[in-house]
């Protein structure tokens, strides 16, 4: 029940795996709800968790029950987690041997009401400050009647060596019991409540199937388990000669599986199609391709249409899943899914089979799991990359209840008519792809190629895309390949330390949880296959590379992590090569933060780099002036336009937190900081609410927790609703003149590094300029510039921050001024500057129809024969119901530019 999602998460695959015999043994046996003097006795050396191993203390109980009332979900738990009570004290009686007291189960849980029952007694061992525990364990507790119950010792009868197994079974009242091996009786006992049965199995892959039968004359119970002695894989090319890893449909409705396992002598496929059952019959091939060995399974009679959970047994040890599965399903966190986020977040996903194991994560296959959604943008581009603004934001918190981790694709679908009016042109997503837990930043992935469930569905993730294609808007993923946390599939098939796929020690400064290694030829490969599944399958755009320092050679980092490094050079080279072959028009942005010559190599590859300019940005917003031209690649020595420039992403304090003091005088410096970012050529970036000038405080503790949402009342603020409508406006400006941001503009900035003093930014190319007026200073005063195109008679206003409701340009010919409030700014351009508020007939025939844009529509008055309307995108709309957006709307040869809001 308590959730550790860190390195503990190694610590339950390792305790899961390495298990020989029951943690948790109970007296009497079988449990019934009725029984009394129930004993719980606990084995630490078989929990596989040293930190509870020879210890000379007493440890504590974290004890609840499944009833009929709550049959997943833990109740009548005994104690908070902290707890150290009598009443939850196992008591230390010999080596690694403890004994929890119970009595009678009802009067133990509090259970009073009569039509409530007991089905499972929920139990975690752990030391008094839960610095160490074992997973979360289940007692069966039989209700009242005639019950068999078969274990073994030890407890895991998929065998490498020749075992002796002791059958053990036990009744609930006196019986006759009969054990059989392969249908042969092989001992029998009358009259009795328990019969133990020891048998050497000793042949390499053979199958034997150990079955009880009990009767007590009026009753007859059964169980079977069956003994696998594993043997090595038989060698046989995988068909057609070069394995290609996953799940492959096949022309005659077969699936053919694959997984990449160096170093392996044998996998077991062990699927829901076979109940679960580890079976000899499922030993796959094995294929030694270009130095790796790779293992495959045909399989028949999978139906198209349903979920098929799955998993490998890696040398009769590992259990492990698919990486290369499209949906995962986790033991450590899906039982908490409708707790953290609701049932309806993901409704016809399969549920993880409690009942039959809770120590493995499981693949999913669905033969048409990616042919169900109807795609209608289908040939999305990005064309004009260096004048994207990219809205960077964290499902979880984006939408859904403040402080809780209940956001979802499905929320942020609703939101993006909100997006699309505030004019970004792309969303970035914090990592989606499957992570530890269902609360998460999402840096801790587990699986690459599926979408986490506490997000939603992949349906859901293709319409939240399809919706912001719709609208103009590009889709860039967030991912991490620096490193796994140990459920990964990769690290949970081998010894900790020993697997090939890992550097036992992190060769870089940025070590966190389980470091890939790089240079290993299955990593890269992977990766490629993992951006061309996203590419392809959900149709997104780009993404943005987390943590590129530490994806360098293992042996390249010795002069230090932040020295010039040529093999990531080369190796986001190749990657970025790779996704054009899919897309020649992919976004490709890494988080590199390193120096000049490092980043101009990957920049002029056509690479962008993060700008992290949060501590000039917090220095301006506080008041103490800051140079913010920075908020430019060029002023960074930089190759022009190849870096993605901001003031504040999901890492960094928040610079509303740190800005000056009064509403209405904070949004107006986050304006005015604003327009210099967004004033300046190459793509910027914001961070989810900068536009309502999001001023809580980003803190160490709980750094990753669930946020506050921004308040209702924010929406209505005159101060933050006039912020709101400064990035709208700067927004919009981009995406209608992107030539104006882009690498050949004529730029100057005037006046920068004075402090708090005046300060302006000019645009210019051909006959259009555009020119930012701002005062950073305390008391109103004149900005003044020079300008080369821009006029008093050819002028229109762009935007001005709130309260600055009557701007006046001044001056003649070359020079302008303009009497700007404190904090505050005011943007002209010329007339043939595409505004925000135009409306441009580009054309005209002898149809006389009025066209403009209303709310979530376009309007024709009047009468024609024939309508188009395409975005800006140029993709053809379907009806006149249309998003937030710029729309070009051909009405019987009237061409006429409109704005939807």
């Not at 007692?139 to 065998?159: C, D």
């Given at each position: 029940m308590k959730r550790l999602f860190t390195l503990f998460t190694a610590l339950i695959m390792l305790s899961a795996l390495s298990v020989k015999a029951a943690m948790f043994t109970t007296s009497p046996t079988p449990l019934q709800e009725s029984s009394k003097n129930v004993v719980i006795t606990f084995n630490a050396a078989e929990s596989g968790v040293a930190g509870l191993q020879g210890l000379s203390t007493d440890l504590y109980a974290h004890i609840g029950v499944y009833t009929n009332l709550s049959p997943s979900s833990w109740s009548h738990v005994k104690t908070e987690w902290t707890q150290n009570l009598e009443s939850n004290k196992f008591k230390r009686i010999a080596a690694n041997t403890y004994k929890l007291t119970i009595g009678d189960l009802r009067t133990y849980f509090g259970i009073t009401d009569?039509?409530?029952?007991?089905?499972?007694?929920?139990?975690?061992?752990?030391?008094?400050?839960?610095?160490?525990?074992?997973?979360?364990?289940?007692?069966?507790?039989?209700?009242?009647?005639?019950?068999?119950?078969?274990?073994?010792?030890?407890?895991?009868?998929?065998?490498?060596?020749?075992?002796?197994?002791?059958?053990?079974?036990?009744?609930?009242?006196?019986?006759?019991?009969?054990?059989?091996?392969?249908?042969?009786?092989?001992?029998?006992?009358?009259?009795?409540?328990?019969?133990?049965?020891?048998?050497?199995?000793?042949?390499?892959?053979?199958?034997?199937?150990?079955?009880?039968?009990?009767?007590?004359?009026?009753?007859?119970?059964?169980?079977?388990?069956?003994?696998?002695?594993?043997?090595?894989?038989?060698?046989?090319?995988?068909?057609?000669?070069?394995?290609?890893?996953?799940?492959?449909?096949?022309?005659?409705?077969?699936?053919?599986?694959?997984?990449?396992?160096?170093?392996?002598?044998?996998?077991?496929?062990?699927?829901?199609?076979?109940?679960?059952?580890?079976?000899?019959?499922?030993?796959?091939?094995?294929?030694?391709?270009?130095?790796?060995?790779?293992?495959?399974?045909?399989?028949?009679?999978?139906?198209?249409?349903?979920?098929?959970?799955?998993?490998?047994?890696?040398?009769?040890?590992?259990?492990?899943?698919?990486?290369?599965?499209?949906?995962?399903?986790?033991?450590?966190?899906?039982?908490?899914?409708?707790?953290?986020?609701?049932?309806?977040?993901?409704?016809?996903?399969?549920?993880?089979?409690?009942?039959?194991?809770?120590?493995?994560?499981?693949?999913?296959?669905?033969?048409?799991?990616?042919?169900?959604?109807?795609?209608?943008?289908?040939?999305?581009?990005?064309?004009?990359?260096?004048?994207?603004?990219?809205?960077?934001?964290?499902?979880?918190?984006?939408?859904?209840?403040?402080?809780?981790?209940?956001?979802?694709?499905?929320?942020?679908?609703?939101?993006?008519?909100?997006?699309?009016?505030?004019?970004?042109?792309?969303?970035?997503?914090?990592?989606?792809?499957?992570?530890?837990?269902?609360?998460?930043?999402?840096?801790?992935?587990?699986?690459?190629?599926?979408?986490?469930?506490?997000?939603?569905?992949?349906?859901?993730?293709?319409?939240?895309?399809?919706?912001?294609?719709?609208n103009g808007i590009a889709v860039i993923l967030d991912i991490v390949l620096n490193h796994t946390p140990g459920l990964h599939p990769w690290y949970a098939m081998y010894d900790a330390g020993k697997s090939p796929f890992y550097n036992a020690t992190a060769p870089h400064d940025w070590s966190v949880y389980e470091d890939i290694r790089q240079e290993y030829p299955l990593v890269e490969s992977h990766w490629i296959d993992v951006l061309t599944f996203w590419m392809t399958k959900y149709k997104v755009d780009g993404f943005r590379f987390d943590l590129v320092k530490g994806l360098g050679d293992s042996n390249s980092y010795g002069a230090g992590t932040e020295a010039y490094n040529q093999s990531r050079i080369d190796r986001m080279k190749r990657l970025h090569a790779a996704m054009k072959k899919v897309n020649p028009n992919v976004i490709h942005i890494n988080e590199l933060l390193a120096s000049v010559s490092e980043e101009t190599q990957v920049g002029n590859d056509g690479q962008y780099q993060w700008n992290n300019q949060n501590g000039n940005a917090i220095s301006y917003a506080s008041g103490a002036g800051a140079n913010l031209r920075y908020f430019n690649a060029k002023e960074c020595s930089r190759p022009i336009c190849s870096t993605v420039d901001y003031a504040q992403s999901h890492d960094e304090q928040w610079v509303g937190f740190k800005a000056i003091s009064g509403t209405a005088s904070r949004m107006r410096r986050l304006g005015s900081m604003a327009s210099q970012l967004l004033m300046s050529p190459g793509p910027k970036m914001m961070f989810q609410f900068d536009e309502l000038g999001y001023d809580k405080e980003l803190k160490e503790t709980g750094r990753t927790d669930p946020k506050e949402l921004p308040a209702s009342s924010w929406y209505t603020s005159s101060y933050r609703v006039g912020l709101k409508d400064n990035y709208t406006q700067l927004n919009w400006l981009r995406r209608y003149n992107p030539e104006m941001f882009g690498k050949d503009v004529t730029l100057v900035y005037n006046n920068f590094a004075n402090g708090n003093g005046v300060r302006s930014i000019r645009l210019t190319k051909g006959t259009k300029e555009i020119i930012a007026f701002i005062n950073p200073g305390t008391a109103t005063a004149t900005v003044s510039t020079t300008s080369t195109k821009l006029n008093t008679s050819n002028s229109q206003l762009i935007t001005a921050s709130q309260g600055f409701t009557s701007p006046t340009l001044n001056g003649s010919s070359t020079s302008l001024s303009v009497s700007v409030p404190p904090h505050s700014f005011c943007v002209y351009a010329t007339t043939n500057v595409a505004g925000v508020e135009e409306i441009v007939e580009d054309a005209a025939s002898g149809n006389q129809c009025k066209v403009y844009g209303s709310q979530g529509e376009i309007i024709i008055d009047g009468d024609y024969e024939n309508v188009a309307v395409y975005n800006m995108s140029g993709i053809k709309m379907s009806s006149l119901k249309v998003g937030a957006g710029l729309y070009i709307v051909n009405v019987d040869g009237q061409v006429t530019k409109v704005l939807v809001k």
């Open positions: 009569a039509a409530e029952t007991i089905t499972k007694i929920c139990i975690i061992a752990r030391t008094s400050d839960g610095s160490a525990q074992t997973k979360d364990s289940f007692i069966e507790v039989y209700p009242a009647g005639f019950y068999l119950q078969l274990s073994t010792t030890p407890t895991n009868t998929t065998i490498t060596k020749a075992t002796d197994i002791t059958f053990n079974a036990t009744t609930t009242s006196a019986a006759t019991i009969k054990i059989y091996v392969d249908n042969k009786e092989v001992k029998s006992a009358s009259n009795v409540e328990s019969l133990s049965y020891t048998q050497k199995f000793s042949t390499p892959g053979v199958q034997n199937d150990v079955k009880v039968v009990a009767s007590n004359g009026k009753e007859t119970k059964e169980e079977t388990v069956s003994v696998v002695y594993v043997k090595p894989s038989d060698k046989e090319n995988y068909p057609g000669g070069t394995p290609k890893q996953g799940a492959v449909k096949n022309a005659d409705g077969s699936v053919t599986f694959c997984l990449a396992a160096p170093g392996k002598s044998s996998v077991i496929m062990v699927g829901s199609w076979d109940d679960y059952k580890v079976l000899s019959a499922n030993t796959m091939k094995y294929q030694d391709y270009n130095g790796y060995r790779y293992f495959w399974i045909t399989v028949d009679g999978l139906n198209n249409s349903t979920y098929y959970p799955y998993y490998y047994l890696v040398d009769g040890i590992y259990k492990v899943g698919d990486p290369y599965a499209s949906l995962i399903l986790d033991p450590y966190s899906d039982k908490w899914l409708d707790q953290d986020v609701g049932a309806d977040v993901f409704p016809d996903c399969p549920e993880y089979p409690y009942d039959r194991f809770d120590d493995t994560i499981l693949a999913v296959y669905k033969g048409d799991i990616h042919d169900t959604y109807k795609w209608k943008v289908n040939n999305f581009k990005v064309t004009q990359p260096d004048a994207l603004v990219i809205y960077e934001l964290l499902v979880r918190d984006f939408t859904g209840t403040s402080k809780k981790a209940d956001g979802t694709l499905r929320k942020a679908i609703e939101k993006i008519d909100y997006l699309a009016e505030l004019g970004i042109s792309a969303v970035e997503l914090m990592p989606i792809m499957e992570f530890d837990g269902n609360n998460s930043w999402g840096y801790a992935t587990n699986a690459y190629m599926a979408v986490d469930k506490a997000y939603g569905s992949p349906d859901d993730l293709k319409e939240f895309i399809d919706l912001c294609h719709q």
